[in-house]
């Protein structure tokens, strides 16, 4: 039995132990050993000791790992803890609350799907940057080009003072 009936990401409650009742978000599981990490949940106090000269010591909380067995899905829609049935949606196996019957994973889909659309936003928005920057060097370089062009006719058209000889005649 490898398999978990929670996945990472999940918001879960925790039905025994010392945090009975707490919530959390799932942020590993262990499919082999059949444990799960929740966030704020199963505190432990790791002491570290200095490695060098430079590093300090003190103690570390962490979060411990669960057991998965411990733990239930919280749906959603409905906002209860549920059990998690198992049903093919599209030729793909989707979770299913037990209670209203909403999927589990359309959750994580939607979290996805945020995830993108502000990615694909950040991109759009740094390439309109990019090329407003690109919009004034370029005319920084024309004004620059303009510039250096009226200087070059001012030096051609400014007279240049015709030598004479020694004799007086103009050469």
Excluded: F, W, Y
């Excluded at 009936?5 to 590993?28: E, M, Q, S, Y």
């Excluded at 989707?94 to 950040?122: E, N, P, T, V």
């Amino acid at each position: 039995m490898n398999n978990l009936h929670v996945r990472k990401g999940d918001n879960v409650k925790v039905l025994t132990g010392k945090d009975k009742g707490k919530t959390g978000k799932i942020l590993a599981t262990d499919p082999k050993t059949q444990m799960v990490l929740v966030e704020g949940v199963n505190i432990a106090t790791h002491h570290i000791k200095p490695r060098s000269a430079t590093e300090q010591g003190g103690r570390k909380k962490v979060e411990a790992p669960i057991a998965a067995s411990n733990v239930q899905i919280i749906c959603p829609s409905c906002g209860k803890s549920v059990r998690a049935r198992h049903q093919e949606i599209d030729g793909k196996n989707a979770r299913i609350c037990a209670k209203c019957g909403a999927s589990l994973d359309a959750a994580l889909k939607a979290d996805k799907a945020d995830k993108k659309a502000k990615k694909a936003a950040d991109k759009k928005s740094k390439k309109a940057k990019d090329e407003a920057t690109e919009e004034k060097v370029a005319e920084e370089t024309k004004a620059k080009k303009t510039a250096a062009k009226k200087t070059t006719k001012k030096a051609e058209t400014a007279e240049v003072p015709v030598e004479q000889g020694t004799d007086g005649k103009t050469e």
